[in-house]
């Protein structure tokens, strides 16, 4: 059993970084690729990035391309979501996902989930 508790959310101003982390426990990640999606107010949890198991392949959502960048670190059990350049369009409750082989960017091919954190963009 997989669990996942994501960190590193909050408030920041537009323009601004932040980075999030979700830490893995249960198990190792060993086959296991890894996800982000996000869920506004009143909207569909949407998929943001992706990385294989072995963290060569990264996949990003087109809204967020060149402004998030997505790493695992093996030997943590640990993936991160780099974001930059943040708008306010980006606040959303992010979720962290982990699914046996490649990822996906469609959310219900993925078996486990983390709680959530908090990401706010003021303008």
């Known amino acids: 059993q997989v669990q996942l508790v994501e960190s590193g959310g909050g408030l920041v101003q537009a323009g601004g970084s932040l980075r999030l982390s979700c830490a893995a426990s249960?198990?190792?990640?060993?086959?296991?690729?890894l996800g982000w999606f996000r869920q506004a107010a009143g909207k569909e949890r949407e998929f943001v990035a992706a990385?294989?198991?072995?963290?060569?392949?990264?996949n990003y959502a087109e809204s967020v391309k060149g402004r998030f960048t997505i790493s695992r670190d093996a030997a943590k059990n640990t993936v991160y979501l780099q974001m930059n350049s943040l708008k306010p369009e980006d606040t959303a409750v992010y979720y962290c996902t982990a699914r046996m082989g490649w990822y996906s960017i469609d959310k219900s091919q993925y078996d486990y989930w983390g709680q959530g954190t908090q990401v706010t963009v003021s303008s």
């Open positions: 990385i294989s198991w072995r963290g060569g392949t990264t």
């Open positions: 249960g198990r190792t990640f060993s086959g296991y690729s």
